[in-house]
């Protein structure tokens, strides 16, 4: 089985290499972007492949020795030690096989709101923000302030595959803590849901205009403060949905209506992928849920100093490093349970 795949692998990486330099392909811009994210999707795959041959030949080169009367121990030793490379490495190079998400390498756009708590949620909320767009910049990925509001932030990350880190990150976070405005000491328990959705491109879904309900109206409370003499806020309604966008941060309407359009979208997104997978539950609903404390994907316990993330029953220590976006040990964790559980239901790559 193991033989097969790793032939399968070198073949098509074979078919890949060949196309990268065909000057057809590279006439195509289409087609030569399609072929480059498939060649880099499959890179590290064939260079486990690779080493799986060369432990391959070692571990016969020793049985060989070994048949032929040769007991020395330096050549027990490299058989042991490529049998034990072996096995590991055909979990590596299934879990480098596993179907990727198709929407891994877009962009994003990230809702955090405030859920069960009042105040308390609010500012929950708030640390989440700074939590998220601090790790996004750890990683490399560039952040963009769509819409801020005291326990409501809508911002994008942008950046090769940005959902495929951010994803995980997606549903009802429960912090356990002693509130500033609590003057009894007595530990509250608020939550803040996060809502991550893959930024659709205009080619990606078809909006037509008469299907929207566009409403302008004068900015204010925080972000519209300053223009709050024109009707520079915007309000666009999907009338086949019902979804709902709002923008006011802008002083311009038209950079408000544009920012409204990239979240409607990105919703829009979200919901066909959902329609089609259900089974998968990505849809919006799923990951927020209602936000009340019984759901939860994470929590942050401050009096115990330590944040559990009870998807993968990961806890870890330091809330204050994990809240100022130090989320490695998680997104680790969480990748690969995604890839083992596609990996059991045979979501292999295969073309």
Partial sequence: ????????????????????????????????????????????????AQEWRRATDDAAGARELLSEGDEDAEVREMLEAAESRLGELEEEI???MVEPDPNDEKNVIVEVRGGAGGEEAGLFAGDL???LTRYA?????????????EGDHTF?????????VFKHEGGTHRVQRVPETESQGRIHTSTATVAVLPEAEEVDVQVDPNDLQIDVYRSSGPGGQSVNTTDSAVRITHKPTGLVVSMQDEKSQLQNREKAMRVLRARLLEREVAAQQADLAAD???????????????????????????????????????LAGDLDDFSAALEADEKRRKLESGALVTG
């Fill in 284 to 322: 919006r609903k799923a990951q927020v849920g209602t936000g009340e404390r019984s759901e939860k994907i994470r929590t942050y316990n401050f009096p115990q100093d330590r944040v559990t993330d009870h998807r993968v029953k990961l806890t870890k220590g330091d809330v204050a490093r994990v």
């Fill in 137 to 149: 910049e750890r990683r490399g990925f560039k952040t963009e302030v769509l819409s801020t509001a």
């Fill in 94 to 96: 299934r879990l480098a």
């Fill in 129 to 131: 923000f700074r939590m």
């Fill in 1 to 48: 089985m193991i033989e097969r795949l790793v032939e399968q692998i070198e073949g098509r990486f074979t078919e890949l290499s060949g196309q990268m330099s065909d000057p057809e392909v590279i006439g195509d811009h289409r087609r030569y972007a399609d072929v480059g994210r498939a060649y880099r999707a499959l890179e590290h795959a064939n260079e486990l």
């Fill in 156 to 164: 994008a990350i942008k950046g090769n595959g940005a959902y495929s």
